[in-house]
């Protein structure tokens, strides 16, 4: 029988101890490294409710291909195959260019670059986190994924892995106000860090001196350093330049090369153990 | 019996978390109401003995996971949220549909402050009156998920 005034625990005893174990629970996820194994199985615990809500949408997909025409299929595949066309002879002329790269390295005596693993990722579409920009896809540690790895799409790095399920993984998008990604100029090797600031379409360089060689439209490519990206992938083009002499710093903001807000195939890739070195 | 009670509550929180994370259109994300939050409301109104704290807690942390905020930040929020309902259910279920939705719409603010004050501290985001949206449609949310809830309840006699 249930009693209407039964003895429990009262709700100002629960309280503190629901409040208690958060601010454990936060400390600990904010400021504890490693615990992989308990990460990794608190993240595959809700990879299922993930799918779930991941599958309206792809019902909503599927039926949106169904519903193409034969006029438009045609188009598409026609532009793709132009495009791998394209692509097939830069490719003809990339192996050319490694080889004669390699061969140059080691007249120079330096160490061979070898290609990076990579895998390619889907961007499951739910809904993240409305304080940082992440997206989720559908890989996880069974792949061999692991944190801190390189996300990049078609145009240009996306963002780094954070946490790891084992069916499903966070990438932490460039733009975050949390991310920061060590960058150099193209055009004149200046290494710089440009960070995120919260907006999906804008990118801030951090503590730049006024008399930075820097312009706009330069192309800022991954440095290497950091141990995050391998070296060479686009990042963002410099859109703003303020130069305020009576500022510590210039102000230069640059807008990311990789469509953020419509990222929908992603490659994961693995670091070279030699350029870890 | 009581484990069929538990499983149909279970049930309707499982559907919030997967309205929770349905991807929206980008111009409609901003105003997504808190539908796990107001399930948890509901439950700590109407059956206080079942769903209170503890529950809260657990939904929380599985919201955490399931959105890549800070592990125990929705645990802590949805926690205090849960007390005051449940420490004032027998107040507020007196209230008439219009103003138990307006005291909604004050613990749903009570709720995005200590959200946005914690990721303040967590991971340096500034204040921007968009976050509070999802109060106003939270507040027209309620009218719904109440009734929904109630016509849920009283069909599988859920006690």
């Known amino acids: 029988m249930k009693l209407m005034f039964e003895k429990t625990v009262s709700l100002q005893l629960r309280l503190f101890v629901a409040v208690l174990l958060s601010i454990v629970l936060i400390f600990g996820d904010k400021y504890t490294q490693g615990g992989e194994n308990i990460r990794t199985s608190l993240n595959t615990l809700v990879s299922p409710l993930i799918y779930v809500a991941n599958l309206p949408y792809e019902i909503f997909s599927l039926s949106a291909k169904s519903l193409h025409t034969r006029e438009q299929l045609l188009s598409e595949n026609e532009a793709l195959k132009k495009k791998q066309a394209l692509q097939s002879e830069q490719i003809q002329q990339y192996e050319f260019l490694v080889k004669e790269n390699k061969k140059l390295r080691a007249l120079l005596g330096s160490s061979a670059k070898h290609p990076n693993r990579k895998i390619i990722a889907q961007v499951l579409s739910v809904h993240s986190n409305p304080y940082s920009h992440q997206v989720v896809i559908n890989r996880g540690a069974n792949d061999g994924l692991s944190e801190n790895q390189a996300v990049i799409d078609d145009m240009g790095v996306v963002g780094q892995l954070t946490k790891v399920g084992s069916t499903t993984s966070r990438v932490l998008l460039i733009t975050d106000n949390t991310h920061a990604t060590p960058v150099r100029i193209l055009r004149n090797d200046v290494r710089t860090v440009v960070e995120g600031i919260g907006k999906i379409d804008v990118l801030k360089l951090s503590h730049v001196p006024h008399s930075l060689d820097v312009r706009i439209g330069d192309v800022l490519v991954t440095s290497g350093l950091g141990g995050t990206f391998p070296e060479g992938y686009p990042v963002a083009v410099i859109t703003e330049i303020t130069r305020d002499e009576g500022q510590p710093f210039s102000q230069v903001f640059a807008e990311p090369i990789a469509q953020l807000d419509r990222i929908r195939l992603l490659v994961v890739l693995w670091l070279n153990q030699l350029e870890l070195i | ?159």
Not at chain 2, 19 to 46: G, H, I, K, Q, T
Not at chain 2, 93 to 115: D, K
Not at chain 2, 136 to 143: A, E, H, P, V
């Open chain 2, 1 to 159: 019996m009581i484990n069929r009670q538990m499983l149909l509550i279970a049930v309707s929180i499982f559907f919030a978390l997967v309205m929770a994370l349905m991807p929206l259109p980008f111009s409609l994300e901003p105003f997504r109401p808190d539908w796990v939050l107001l399930v948890l409301m509901y439950w700590s109104l109407a059956l206080p003995h079942r769903l209170n704290i503890g529950t809260a807690w657990v939904v929380g942390l599985l919201i955490d996971l399931a959105t890549g905020s800070s592990l125990g930040v929705n645990s802590l929020t949805y926690s205090v949220c849960i007390f005051v309902t449940a420490s004032n259910f027998q107040k507020i279920r007196n209230f008439s549909l219009w103003q138990q939705s307006l005291l909604i719409g004050l613990f749903l603010t009570l709720y995005h402050l200590m959200q946005f004050w914690l990721n303040h501290f967590l991971l340096g985001v500034y204040f921007s009156p968009h976050y509070l949206w999802p109060v106003l449609t939270g507040m027209l949310s309620w009218i719904w998920v109440f009734l929904l809830l109630r016509k849920y309840r009283r069909h599988f006699r859920i006690r």
